[in-house]
């Protein structure tokens, strides 16, 4: 059964441009995650998809970032204008149920993003 | 707040040593912990994990415990490999929380002949 798998694994974009970040969830996962870890520093949550709804965007850092999951597949994560900030490692989570409490999430190998 | 504090790396061991990773935590209620290692060019892989007070998580050879009282999740192994290097996380979830986890900075372990 193939992981999760994100696209492209590298990015280097100059600062000012658009980049979108792809993840394909494992399939029949409901619940996909989107991580950021910036330059050392933790991992950061960014928001949680349900199928197609955004369940939990808290850790969104800004309107330059938009992320999707159009029929509850895979999700987007666009930057648009990137800023030198935006570097970093980009991942991906899936996890199969809801309740009573999640299963464990599987994470992708991430994108890393250089913004110059 | 809620957060995850780890120790600093990079750790470097000779082959054989035993390792310690601290790992601390703040949260509200009972958290579940865990342990996510990212090996050279790969993905985050959960390592092990402990859900309430006093349970140990143990896999290959690691072990860390849920200490309620300490608020410290500390990952040990008592002799490396070479193998063993990689960037180690420590992570919080809150009940009820889904998969949101908080995660701390990672700690980098190299493991030298």
């Known amino acids: 059964e193939a992981g999760v798998t994100q696209f492209p694994s590298h990015s280097v974009i100059e600062k000012g441009q658009t980049v979108t970040l792809r993840c394909d969830p494992i399939?029949?996962?409901?619940?996909l995650y989107w991580y950021r870890r910036v330059m050392g520093k933790e991992i950061k949550f960014l928001l949680h998809?349900?199928?197609?709804?955004?369940?939990?965007e808290s850790g969104m850092p800004n309107n330059r970032f938009l992320a999707e999951r159009t029929g509850g597949t895979y999700s987007t994560l666009k930057v648009q204008p990137a800023e030198l900030e935006d570097s970093g490692v980009y991942f991906c989570?899936?996890?199969?149920?809801?309740?009573?409490?999640?299963?464990?999430?599987?994470f992708g190998q991430g994108t890393r993003l250089t913004v110059v | 707040g809620n957060s995850v504090t780890q120790m600093e790396g990079p750790v470097t061991l000779s082959e054989e040593a035993f390792l310690t990773i601290n790992c601390t935590y703040t949260?509200?209620?009972?958290?579940?912990l865990f342990w996510y290692v990212q090996y050279p060019g790969e993905g985050l892989q959960l390592l092990l994990k402990?859900?309430?007070?006093?349970d140990k998580g143990s896999n290959k050879g690691f072990e860390a415990t849920y200490r309620k009282e300490t608020t410290s999740f500390h990952l040990e192994k008592g002799s490396v490999q070479v193998s063993d290097s990689a960037v180690y996380f420590c992570?919080?979830?809150?009940?009820?929380?889904?998969?949101?986890?908080?995660f701390g900075t990672g700690t980098q372990l190299k493991v030298e002949l």
């Open positions: 399939s029949g996962h409901d619940n």
């Open positions: 949260a509200t209620g009972y958290p579940s």
């Open positions: 998809f349900v199928k197609e709804s955004k369940q939990d």
């Open positions: 992570a919080r979830k809150l009940t009820g929380g889904g998969n949101k986890l908080t």
């Open positions: 989570a899936s996890s199969q149920d809801r309740a009573p409490d999640h299963t464990e999430a599987f």
């Open positions: 402990a859900t309430k007070a006093d």
